[in-house]
Each structure stands twice: as structure tokens, then as C-alpha cells.
């Protein structure tokens, strides 16, 4: 797929991962959906400036299906259309199984799995109808491998490779595409303020020894994104982590 004047929607690009996958596109010619739970600033906005694409916001919550439906049909009524989604929007709420609340677990689960499945689900019709579209879907190792205190997290991530697996196969023969991309230890917020010692731990299981970047992640998004004969796969961006 040619990216140049496409659209793109990016759910939770408000920052990391899915911030520097929209940058990625818009770099590349695409025309990008910011989104987020709350209304995007103007400062994210003008990042965009010198990209010469058109760059709108659309706030909502993935987690509600009609809101979704809403965001997607915003997105289709000011751009013409969303050829590209990429369900990046996630939380955690890590504790130990026996500890875990059922709010803590079902919420996660709302937000990483049913709003993978609300935004999918909200332009199929389109890009079946379009006979195009692709669609990336953000795992992680975790949905993979497991993790202790992560249960709800690593089920919900699991959840999105089994879905994606599902859906690929429904809608392939309609020239839509469904992938998978799982990041393992991305440099992030989250990293950023952990102790060296765990931090060396971290980096002692990963044959690299190194920290992923997110603009790496986003250089995976647009190659599955690009690439017209892939679909139902998984990509591991882990420097080795979860290599067999």
C-alpha cells in the first residue's frame, strides 16, 4: 500500500508508541487521526505542522462501542475515509492474581481488548466495502509469554492476537489486512523511571542489551502497513526476547 495521501487513525497517540507512529506516517505522506480519552492540545497539534498532511483530532473513548463508531465516522466525514486503523490505545493495572481486583481485570480488558474490537469493528464495513484497508493491532511480549502481576494485561494482549488471527481470516478474501505487532521493553515513561538495578535485570533477558525505541515500533506499523501479502501475522519488536 502506497501511504502517500492515505488516512490513518491512531488510537492513544497522544504519546510513546502511538505518538511516534503517527509522526512515522505523517512523515511518509499519510494524513493522520490523533486520539485520546481527552481533547488533543494545540502544542500536539503543531508538532504536524511541516508535514504538509492533514492532521485532525478526534477524542473518545475505544472502550464504548457507540463512541467508536462515533470517532470513526467523524474521522470518515472529515478525510473521506480511514484506510489504515491501528489500534494502539492500552492500560495497565498490574498486581498479583490473588490480589486482583475484578475492576482492575475487566477494565483492562475493556480498554486493550473490547477497544481493539470496537474500533475494528467500527470500519469494516468501509474497507470491506472498499475492498482495502489495513488494520495493525499493538500486542505485546507479554500476550506471548505471560507475566507475573500481569494477568489481566497478558490476557488482554493475548486476547488481541487471537481476535486479530480471527478477524484476518474473515476479511482477507475482501483485500483487508489484520496484523499484530508485540513490543517488548520499549523505552518509554514507564521505563524511564525505574531503578538501574531493574532496569539491568530487564536488560540482562533481552539477547540485544538493549531498550527498544519507539520509532522503531512505528517503522514496524508502517511496514505491515505497506506490505500487501501479509496478514494474520505477529511481529515481535523485542531485541530477541521471545525468539525460539
Known sequence: MELSNKNVFVTGSTRGIGLAIAHKFASLGANVVLNGRSAISDELLAQFANYGVKVISVSGDVSDNADAKRMVEEAVETLGSVDILINNAGITKDGMALRMSEEDFESVLK???TGTFNMTQ?????MTKARAGAIINLSSVVGLTGNAGQANYAASKAGVIGFSKSIAREVAARNVRINV????FIESDMTAVLSDKIKD???GQIPMKRFGQTEEVAEVAVFLAKQEYLTGQVLAIDGGLTMQ
Open 122 to 126: 467500527a470500519v469494516l464495513k468501509p
Open 181 to 184: 505487532i508485540a513490543p517488548g
Open 201 to 203: 535485570a530487564m536488560m
Open 111 to 113: 480498554i486493550n481488548l
